[in-house]
């Protein structure tokens, strides 16, 4: 059995996730709007990602014999001038998601539950893997400016991008 505390924060993780999915959904959908159809790209593979860090929480949560509890998805915002402004709030976004999962890490070991402080190791490294991608984003177009050639082959290369499903999901 999971303790309620752990419960709470892992329902309240998964809500977050559902959040992160949103967001870069409407990203997505604002780069379709102004015909970037490769960075909009980019933003669907990312709200699929994170649909499938949600659905490992649901699942870990599962395992453990807890209840899963949806609770409301908060609006996002819809409007980004630009790819340099939607990867600079990715980049803020992912860093908040980062202080999310070190604080259910610390709670994890607070009430000595190794097995979810395990499962979260995944997910260190995988806010690691988002900050990294979004910052190597945020330098290249600024070194593009408004090089409209090199924008447009950041939209081709961003197109070719490919969903993977995530390994502890794919184990499931
Ligand atoms: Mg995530």
New binding site residues.
Partial sequence: MISPKIQDAINAQIN??LW??YLYLSMGMNFEDKGLSGVANWFRIQFK??QA??EIFINYLLSRGGRVVLKAIDAVPTEWPDSLAAFTDTLAH?EK?TALINALYALAEEEHDYATRGKLDW?VA??VE?EENARQLIDRLKMMGDNTMALYSFDQELGARVYNVPAPLAAK
Avoid: K
């Fill in positions: 977050a996730e992160s999915a990602e994170e860090h949600a992912e998601v997910f995988e806010q988002e």
